[in-house]
């Protein structure tokens, strides 16, 4: 697709997802043992045969120009194919940091504007799907649209949580509702059945749209919405504001499984899906595959483990343990009598070396889980190191936090390169 | 180590590994569930900085040079670097295929000589091993040798398996024995613990020291042996003449774990050594890892499954199965209520789509290993269909063959691509 | 194109090139100071987006294997993209070289077959011309064709070079003729104008079409045509069958340049048009590019120098010399006081040393061109050392050769590696 | 090596390159033609082996992201290898720019400190020079210093310009003056021919050692200076400090040439240098090339031209011209009867589409030089336009500047992307 220009908005600092989000940007965030969450737009890209692709980010930009640039290095053939980091920079005209996704956009615009293309493809970074934009980017050339985007079925009980679009029976929108919780607005908002029967889709009752944050403009018409205003949010902004404007602002409905990040919860409960044998997403298909860095790590080593409705990435070291409904992450190792469930095991960033293991201060266990723990409930950022004996199990406790760890959502999250001493006790139950 | 032009004998057809070079080349059998046997000698060559490497063989060449292609390319900045297979080919002055190892480095000396180095490595494509050829190299140019060859302490007793050196207290070779089996010949052969000791390692009593296979000749020396002669075999011509001829042979010993995959049994143990806590040889090294093609495949799914002394490549699919003491290669599927012991599952080359599936032959099972099955002492090659209700299990029965399998050295054999329909009992205890 | 699997038959010893292809397979020959032959083919697959090209030959294969593996290494995100050289090689079933381009692609079906696909695109590795394969895709699948043939106009006076199709009406192929040379025959042949406008072109008058070598075979259709026989060369055998045998073949028709390299003299005036200011192939499309193996190499250095038509490749280094209608190839040297007409330089494989030109024998000169010489109507194939003083001027006597030259339709073709020596004079105006 | 990361600084706003510098930092400056000034220090670590480079900039960082993310992408097998550019980014501990190179080192540890070295390598990124870090290492290695540095001999009238050690007779450095001008203190610093002697070089008289911004520290003693300050920049602060602090700093003398392009004057001597028969740096090098991005552009097509020490880049196209002592850089466009004397025309970064130059304004000429031209003394930036008939002679004037172009350093700059329409005169002699 030579016409199209996708940009990825990074975000802010992911306060919600905090602390996954201390050290790293939120698209960096670790997904299923092995990913990050910027795989999956970017996947999806390069599945609809998008290769040109901006990533817009300023709050540790760093580790995730790294994770791209070791793991989607495009060959010489694509002519302008790339993936590449946009951090904030100063420039002869502009001194500023990012103000806002709108604000991203428009510092970075010269960027884009030196490429000949005709529709920009505007993506979140914190969404889990799995979408061929094509048909997205063919719906909008052929309804002649000015901006178009992808709208998600969703029952009228849940729309309060979502940005809400108000269609006419082509599917044009002609009004933007953010999370309404009125029911008479709500009803108003609702879309009959006949509009998802003449879509090709079931007849929903009951149902609304909600905009997915998957956008498609025409060229000129962002440029000109970017330049011609001071707007610093593009979803809370620009993209309404194209609705009050009257532009042709078309709606394309999507049917599947799709989520926003957004929460602990959320990103916890969304990772535990991916156990399922039948998950509602699945990172399984050899011809539409979610890539991200290919590493050579050796297989994973079981030893003496029960292991139901697990997950291993590669590299781990498992020993005489329990496992149920978890992630285990790149090169997890778990010690002899421990049980995990129901928790996502990050995993770690590289094996510790026997000298470094010799060395550790005193009290400071190994990069993994000890013997004899029992984690669950939990979700464990990488490189954590878990001392023997340890005892985590979450719970519906109020947010609160201690020396490497945090509870929140109900969920105990073992901060990234934390150090928790041998038979710590963190029970919430 | 830009003196350095490292050769890989990919040798003939390898007749004692039938069935598993029925479809490809010895060097290209696959090897722990992820990696093939040729990459022990290409990642001991990358870890060693040696990055000119050619390998030989004519005997179903391609699919090894589809895999050295898509594993092993070099950047730009390598300059000279590469791996590349050297099939047999026609020219204006030679016609014929390979005759032998030799033969083949004959024929093909014209692709070495255009670049620039000093010393030939040659090596073999069917041994496990790690080891820093670098120290090989040196200790050859400190001698001042002619040629110089890796050496195996080896007991006495084993000796008879083994082409064996007889040193001088300097490590001088003067006599090369193929496989010495007169007690009074070996004793002739024996080294004492002097020498070890003077070698800096322990003093073994009762040990010769045996041809690793393992050669570093001077460029000049091996380019002239070469055209001087017709010889076929490198091993048993090349070598022993460089002996006999006087020039100045020298020994280099080697301590470590060193293995000759030369047999279905040899095949079979090392693979199942792999699954120990600490298995004889280790793929475990993020300094020295040994490399393979990188894939894109997603973390193993372990649903019920109790497992011991296991092994996961990544993307396997288990389901409610007992497995011990064995390896579970990449992609593998294996249904309910099966259970593995002592086996060697290779698993396949791609997961098989619904549309696939749903138009199998009757009675042709999906790739994988079917549901209610026993398998134990077996090795499955690659996209072996087992099918529901089958009992594998091997014994010490004469070297037979079936539809698909084959009982070698006491092990079943399930040939790459073989269907094995349900219930299908091959029973050889 | 997921559909397509492209399979480029490299051809047979060359003969007619000679001794262009003493050390190299046609498709290895370089063109245009830069490229070799295969990077035509090759560019307009990828220009296609066809990515899975096969490569047969047996010819001096290691070559071309070298070139292409450095030259076309796709990134890991186009899954089943690659260039492979397919060498004659052994297996179980088969142990003799291939026999023809026919028998070359029966020997290696296996390796196509593991793919899913629905058509081949049978090319030739010696032609000179862009295409968009995917225009000649689409009409063989709006036709509904077996078989589809790219068609170019000819006129009648031309067509005894050509092979030439016999059409009906809506561009079904009924007959086939090889070089035909009775004008009787020749008037049957003729298209009228009217085909030609019916396909959208000018009306030409006179036209026949010939078989440009270019294939669209449905792969059912093509594998039972190979396995049902033992056919041996593709174009002079398959083909024709699959018209004789009344299958739907259709032809496309192309216009634009279309040239076989089958010839010194059409090699060399395809190589001298690349020189005109508006050739007839242009390698300058920044969106359409012909490929080949990107070099590090600095700028052509030119001092004191009158150039009229003339191409330099990187790395040239000249001095003090007049050139005129000639290709400069990739690390050409040229002495002062030298004249270069009409002349194609092929360059240089690598620079020489000052430590290897310290030591060349004596009377062997330099790689490149001497200083005081005049070269006129040749071709200096790779590494050519041309002395001082040399005088080479082409004309047309008979076909001779002398120790590293040849001439060869009324061009002097200076072999690879060749030695002349100061003063040589190979005059023959 | 291993043990050795490099962090390349580059920079602020580049204001004495003004305006090469006005879109683009000052490492991504293009350098003869092909380059880029960041290639140097790049392509000197690769050719010593160090594979781990940092590039620290926050002043239009994208370009040079771009650069270098296209140029320089490491195969897998080199474990840590990778050239990343480190733009300044928000953290939860930092929400500021970088305030100076040491301010970028500080912000910047922690992407270090997560990798296994023992020494840093600081470069600059706008140094012409051709080393073996190597060498250095191994020096400051054997010396036991806590920081060494690279050190160029410079005769006592030239030192004003210089940062100048003072070293004792082991090379150990007491005192670090910058630019001194007084000849008391320069007679103090200057060195005696004993001392080059000592080191194996020639005994130079009159001669002080200069600081050519090339630093080793010790990992340990560059974090804690940088922890334990609040100092800014680099080569003023931080280094000085260590001389001051008594450290071991030791002097590791270079000979050879090494030139700091910092100002117009210095940027256009040097890249005029390169066309001399002899340059005093020299890109040819098959063994230690300069790397830059790697092109697909076809060979320079030159007609009826005359040429004197003129280096011509990949895919220009020059017509009718005369051209002496000038750089010709990459997609360069001369149309007939224009001259060009003692000028650097840098190229352009795409070729304009015929229907782009269809489509140009009233007045805008297309990219590149006119018909009718004359250029002399000039620097001709990117992309730029310079109509029919346009005269720029550059001269001794005062620095000015006009629509597009600037008079600095008595040499004419024509600016990236600049329009130079038909007719100009830009005369300044």
């Known amino acids: ?9 990074g975000g802010g600092r992911g306060t919600r997802l905090y602390p996954l989000t201390k050290y790293r940007s939120k698209p960096a965030v670790p997904l299923a043992g092995t990913h990050r969450l910027i795989d999956i737009p970017i996947s999806n890209c390069l599945n609809s045969d998008i290769t040109r692709i901006f990533v817009l980010t300023q709050f540790n930009s760093a580790s995730l120009n790294r994770h ?4 989607y290095h495009f060959d010489a053939f694509r002519r302008e194919g790339f993936v590449n980091i946009l951090a904030a920079e100063q420039t002869d005209e502009n001194m500023q940091w990012f103000q806002g996704t709108a604000d991203a956009m428009r510092q970075t615009l010269r960027h884009y504007r030196r490429f000949r293309f005709k529709h920009y493809l505007v993506l979140s970074g914190d969404h889990i799907y799995r979408m061929d934009y094509r048909k997205l980017i063919r719906a909008h050339e052929e309804s002649d649209a000015d901006v178009s985007v992808a709208a998600l079925p969703v029952h009228r009980d849940k729309v309060p949580a979502f940005g809400v679009l108000s269609l006419d029976d082509k599917g044009w929108i002609n009004e933007f509702v953010e999370k309404p919780s009125d ?4 009803s108003k908002l609702e879309v009959g059945p006949e509009f998802f029967e003449s879509q090709g889709k079931d007849p929903y009752e009951g149902y609304c749209v909600a905009n997915m944050g998957i956008y498609v403009f025409d060229r000129d018409v962002l440029e000109e919405m970017l330049l011609g205003s001071s707007e610093l949010d593009f979803g809370k902004e620009v993209f309404p504001r194209a609705v009050a404007e009257n532009r042709r602002v078309h709606a394309h409905l999507f049917e599947g499984y799709w989520e926003d990040i957004g929460t602990i919860k959320a990103f916890y409960d969304a990772n535990l899906d991916f156990v399922e044998i039948v998950p509602k997403f699945s990172f399984y298909d050899e011809y539409d595959p979610i890539y991200t860095h290919a590493r050579f790590l050796p ?3 079981i030893t003496r483990v029960t292991a139901d409705k697990v997950t291993f990435a590669q590299g781990c070291i498992v020993d005489d343990s329990y496992l149920r409904r978890s992630i285990i992450g790149i090169r997890s190792r778990v010690g002899r009598g421990s049980t995990i469930i129901d928790s996502v ?8 070396t026997p000298e470094v293991k010799a060395n550790l201060a005193p009290g400071v266990p190994e990069i993994g889980i000890g013997h004899d723990c029992h984690i669950e409930g ?15 199990v979450a719970g ?9 760890w ?10 990234k390169d934390a150090v928790i001493p041998d038979g710590t006790q963190l029970i919430f139950r």
């Open 1 to 9: 697709m030579r016409d199209v220009m996708a940009v990825i908005l």
């Open 378 to 392: 939990a979700i464990l950022d990488k490189n954590a190191r878990i001392g023997h004996g340890v005892r985590i």
């Open 68 to 71: 791209v640039s070791l793991a």
């Open 406 to 415: 945090m509870l929140r959502d109900g969920i105990v999250v073992i901060e």
């Open 345 to 352: 095991i990050m995993g770690a960033d590289e094996y510790e």
């Open 299 to 301: 297989p994973s080593k």
């Open 183 to 186: 029911p008479e607005v709500i």
């Open 396 to 404: 519906n406790g109020p947010e609160q936090q201690g020396d490497g």
